[in-house]
Each structure stands twice: as C-alpha cells, then as structure tokens.
C-alpha cells in the first residue's frame, strides 16, 4: 500500500456524558475542565458534556437517546421547542462541532463511553478511517491490562446516528464492566489512558512522525440478538446464559448455550460461529437487544504523515 499524507489534526473535542450516566467520561470532562487542559502541544482540545441534563439526573438520556439522533435525516429536519431535548442538542453540537460532513467540522472527536458488558477498552467507528486505525494501533501496543479491540459499523456516513460522526475523523473509546451511575478505578484508569494515549498519538502526527501501516483485527457488526420474550406480552423469558455471561469476543458456536429460559431450558446458538460482544448491556434492554454479534476481520492501511503545504 502506498504511503498517504493528511493534513495537520490541530482540533479535536473530547465528549463526557453523551450518555448521562457513564461515570468514566463525565468525570474524565469535568476533571479537564477543572485544570483547565485547552491543549496538548500542537493540539487544542475542547472538552464538553455533551447531555448536561441527562448527566444531572445521572440517567441515560431525558428524551431520547442523544446517540441516536446525528443522521444527515435527523440533523437536516426541522427543529421545535417540542422536539425530545436530546435531538435539540444534536442540532447544538453539530453546530459547534461540524456540521458533519463539512470543511469546518474539527479534526477529530472523541466520545467516552462506558458499558456494563465485559468488554475491556474497545474503539468503535465507522467505515474505514486510517486516522482512527492508526490511533487504534498505537493504543494497542501501549495498553497492557486489558484486551484492546476495534469495532467496525459497516453504516454509511450519512446514516451513522453517534456523536463522533460529526467530525472529520472520530470514534468512540468504551470501556467496561462498569454499572450506570457507578465509577470504578480500574475502568476509569483505562480510559485516561486511552484517552492521553490519543492525544499523545496527534501530537506525534502533527509533528511530522510517520506512523507505520500494516494490519489489525477488527470485529464488524453482523447483527442483534434479542431475549426471549412471550409472544402475548412481550416480556422476556430467558436471561443471559452464566456461560456466555461475561465472555465477550469468545467465539459462539453452533450450540453454545446463549440463554438460560426462566423455565430452566437453555437455548443455544444456531447458525454462524461469530462474535459475541455488548452482552446483556443494562442500556439495550428497551432496544431489544441481548447481545450483538460481530466477523473478525483483517483492515490494512498505509503508512501515514502529515502534509505540510510549506
Ligand atoms: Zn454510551
């Protein structure tokens, strides 16, 4: 693969609290925002809670989910004093910070996340973006305590619905086992890390470092698997089998226990060995969504520098 140049990344925003109650990032924000870290080298950095409603009241969101709302569909629609709070404040944000899609939008965003799945430190992002895949790389070779992985949304950019969709490059750092409204040490820890990591990373780049290319393993969404439930009621039936409990990105197969049914049967995984990942995330109960399945895949990218057009 051929080398490829960017031109210099001197904007990045770091988002806490895009969901209210994911401890790591609200507090990682409001600690920036108390040392007042406007930047990092060559590197300006805003920091923002991006749901300041939905933080106060420690919950997910008040309306809607404000992770949802960044589509060119809902971004492009009208806005009303009625609409859900969370879709007024994807218009705010894409204002600050894009508007997506456009020359203006800053460099980079990231966006801190916590889940309750036992998932280690995972960057999630959308289609192919050599930037994050760099940035991905360079955490995975400093990050010892925990699995590093990548997660790939094959959606188009149009139809990505997160918050980092909004600039010219993004993704979002994850970071569990931890409870909504709950902080642990460890996770926040990792975070930090991958976080200074990040921006250790852009200052390198705008330095005039060349980052090697070569290969990494990322897990692309497949699709979503949903509880059991009483076809009369549309309750659930069954929770997460103990044995598939906990063990994200350990490869299903055909057969595996996956649900353990409140009549004591178990279901077990049909089909494709693939990837389980998010399993039983507290959040995703009311999406109808137990775990997520994901293909291991092999991404390949270019050795990379900044253009400097002097
Ligand atoms: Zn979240």
Redesign the pocket.
């Known amino acids: 693969m051929e080398h490829a140049t960017f031109p210099p990344l001197p904007l990045v925003v770091i988002c806490g609290g895009?969901?209210g109650n994911?401890m790591s990032g609200v507090y990682i924000v409001r600690e920036m925002q108390k040392q007042k870290v406007e930047k990092a080298g060559s590197v300006s950095i805003t920091t923002v809670l991006s749901n300041p409603r939905a933080v106060e009241a420690c919950k997910r969101y008040i309306d809607t989910d404000l992770?949802r709302c960044f589509t060119d569909a809902l971004l492009s629609g009208p806005i009303t004093d009625s609409a859900p709070y969370e879709l007024r404040r994807a218009h705010e944000l894409n204002a600050q910070f894009g508007p997506k899609g456009s020359e203006e939008a800053v460099d980079l965003l990231c966006d801190l996340?916590?889940t309750t799945a036992n998932m280690g430190l995972s960057l999630i992002c959308y289609s192919l973006d050599w930037i994050t895949l760099h940035i991905y790389k360079y955490i995975q070779s400093k990050v010892t305590s925990v699995p590093v992985r990548l997660i790939q949304l094959t959606i188009p950019i149009s139809e990505a619905y997160s918050l980092e969709s909004v600039a010219k490059h993004g993704f979002s750092i994850e970071v569990g086992p931890q409870p909504g409204g709950v902080l642990r040490a460890d996770i926040f820890n990792i975070m930090k890390e991958a976080l200074d990591l990040t921006l250790e990373w852009l200052q390198k780049f705008n330095s005039g470092s060349t980052f090697e290319g070569g290969e990494v393993e990322a897990y692309t969404l497949v699709g979503n698997v949903d509880y059991p439930r009483d076809p009369m009621t549309g309750e659930i039936t069954a929770v997460v089998h103990p044995q598939l409990q906990d063990n994200d990105f350990k490869l299903l197969q055909p057969g595996d226990p996956t649900f353990l049914l409140f009549s004591g049967k178990t279901v077990k995984h049909e089909g494709e060995e693939l990837y389980p990942f998010f399993v039983n995330e507290c959040a995703y109960y009311e999406k109808k969504v137990a775990f997520q399945l994901a293909r291991k895949i092999t991404l390949t990218f270019p050795s990379i520098s900044v253009k400097l057009d002097r």
């Open positions: 895009t969901h994911e992770n996340h916590n």
